[in-house]
T-cell receptor, first 115, second 114 residues
Framework: AQTVTQSQPEMSVQEAETVTLSCTYD???????LFWYKQPPSRQMILVIR??????QNATENRFSVNFQKAAKSFSLKISDSQLGDAAMYFC????????????FGQGTRLTINP | EAQVTQNPRYLITVTGKKLTVTCSQN?????MSWYRQDPGLGLRQIYY???????DKGDVPEGYKVSRKEKRNFPLILESPSPNQTSLYFC?????????????FGAGSRLTVL
């Protein structure tokens, strides 16, 4: 079974600086998807970024980018120019390429932005 | 507005008292699923449905039931709730075209079982 591990329960960063959230996963499959979700205090789940495993190029969405290391099974999220609105719980998630319509989530990392 | 609506948003109940958390989507999505979120565990899938009358177990189905009689609705039933079912519950839907790559989540239902 696939597992996703986020080893940083909490992180903090100064406003306008850069922070990187770590995620590792375990799978025997070669094709899959990886995601980062944001959960602000409102509890709403918001998709931040998605990466297809077959793509070598790292996905980016404005201030959010990933460092995808397939061989190391690592998928970190970098947030540049951190803003107060970035404060949230962040979840890393894995999905198989085909088959079950399920996301396997990590434990989450709570990000605090210091003004 | 395209959305997934869950009710109730908050509920406190007692052990053994049957309850239903409703979930409705207005996007004509084929796929619907339930997740529970617990501290230190992230979100885990309880049940999912690929279409009307098609449901299957996720990773933590014990103590839960679901049904999909209509495409838009996917209620989660706790026949005899226990304290270990105290959790934050999310319903999610997606189209057959995108699958779980583009999930629309409900706002969550906070359930406390005493």
């Amino acid at each position: 079974a696939q597992t996703v591990t986020q080893s940083q329960p909490e992180m903090s960063v100064q406003e306008a600086e850069t922070v990187t959230l770590s995620c590792t996963y375990d799978t025997s499959e070669s094709d899959y998807y990886l995601f980062w979700y944001k959960q602000p205090p409102s509890r709403q789940m918001i998709l931040v970024i998605r990466q297809e495993a077959y793509k070598q190029q790292n996905a980016t969405e404005n201030r959010f980018s990933v460092n995808f290391q397939k061989a190391a099974k690592s998928f970190s999220l970098k947030i540049s120019d951190s803003q107060l609105g970035d404060a949230a719980m962040y979840f890393c998630a894995y999905r198989r390429w085909q088959g079950a319509q399920k996301l396997v989530f990590g434990q989450g990392t709570r990000l605090t932005i210091n003004p | 507005e395209a959305q997934v609506t869950q009710n109730p948003r908050y509920l406190i109940t007692v052990t053994g008292k049957k309850l239903t958390v409703t979930c409705s989507q207005n996007m004509n999505h084929e796929y619907m699923s339930w997740y529970r979120q617990d501290p230190g565990l992230g979100l885990r899938q309880i049940y999912y449905s690929m279409n009307v009358e098609v449901t299957d177990k996720g990773d933590v189905p014990e103590g839960y039931k679901v049904s999909r009689k209509e495409k838009r609705n996917f209620p989660l039933i706790l026949e005899s709730p226990s304290p270990n079912q105290t959790s934050l519950y999310f319903c999610a839907s997606s189209s057959a075209e995108t699958g779980a790559n583009v999930l629309t989540f409900g706002a969550g239902s906070r359930l406390t079982v005493l």
